[in-house]
């Protein structure tokens, strides 16, 4: 079945790096690419997504790129502050248009101050 | 984006008891989905809401143990059903952002602990 990996499971990084998280699908009719942020506690708060037509978006210190020949996106979070700490999931549509996703194992990202 | 709502917040039940979710929206929508969160895991869809027809489960999920009702463009019920302690989560309610977007937004989730 449809799966979405997703790299790595925990990442530490000091304040003012930067921090990169990748995830891969299987399903080729991916076309909807959503980050979504958890803090602990919350609900999961969409971040930035990319469509497959586009290579790369950009929004402030974050940023997403795709590969789909690859299959694979990344997010880029730069000049990381303490509140970027949570836990990150990427996540890819399922068949197409149905609006459904599929969600990756998630990330936990700890920026130290 | 879309205000939405869900009840309870959390809940204790008692294994072998069903519980009942209610997602309530502020605006119509026409996607509506289930997730279930088990304790520090992610997200796994268990189906998607129809509006006037039976829902559609995934893999893994079935009607009798997740009834889900959509009476309406911006209500939805999930029950869990004859409950036991491996249904411990966080369910959660999403919908699309509308106008034809792709984008999910999250319900604030109910957290269920099954004793």
């Known amino acids: 079945g449809e799966n979405v990996e997703q790299h790595p499971s925990t990442l530490s990084v000091q304040e003012g790096d930067s921090a990169v998280i990748k995830c891969t699908y299987s399903?080729?009719?991916?076309?909807?690419f959503p980050w979504y942020k958890q803090e602990l506690g919350k609900r999961p708060q969409l971040i930035i997504d990319i469509r497959s037509n586009v290579g790369e978006k950009k929004d402030q210190r974050i940023a997403v790129t795709l590969n789909k020949t690859a299959k694979h996106f990344s997010l880029h979070i730069t000049e990381t502050q303490p509140e970027d700490s949570a836990v990150y999931f990427c996540a890819a549509s399922m068949g197409g248009n149905t609006g459904k996703l599929i969600f990756g194992q998630g990330t936990t990202l700890q920026v130290k101050p | 984006s879309a205000v939405i709502s869900q009840k309870p917040s959390r809940d204790i039940c008692q294994r072998g008891t069903s519980l009942t979710i209610q997602c309530q929206v502020d605006s119509q929508v026409t996607m509506m989905f289930w997730y279930r969160q088990q304790p520090g895991q992610s997200l796994t869809l268990i189906a998607t809401?129809?509006?006037?027809?039976?829902?559609?489960?995934e893999s893994g999920f079935v009607i009798d143990k997740f009834p889900i009702s959509r009476p309406n463009l911006t209500f939805s019920t999930l029950t869990v059903s004859n409950m036991s302690p491996e249904d411990s989560s966080i369910y959660l309610c999403?919908?699309?952002?509308?106008?034809?977007?792709?984008?999910?937004?999250f319900g604030p989730g109910t957290r269920l602990t099954v004793l």
């Open positions: 809401a129809n509006q006037g027809s039976e829902a559609t489960y």
């Open positions: 399903d080729s009719a991916s076309n909807y």
């Open positions: 999403s919908v699309e952002g509308g106008r034809g977007h792709l984008e999910q937004f």
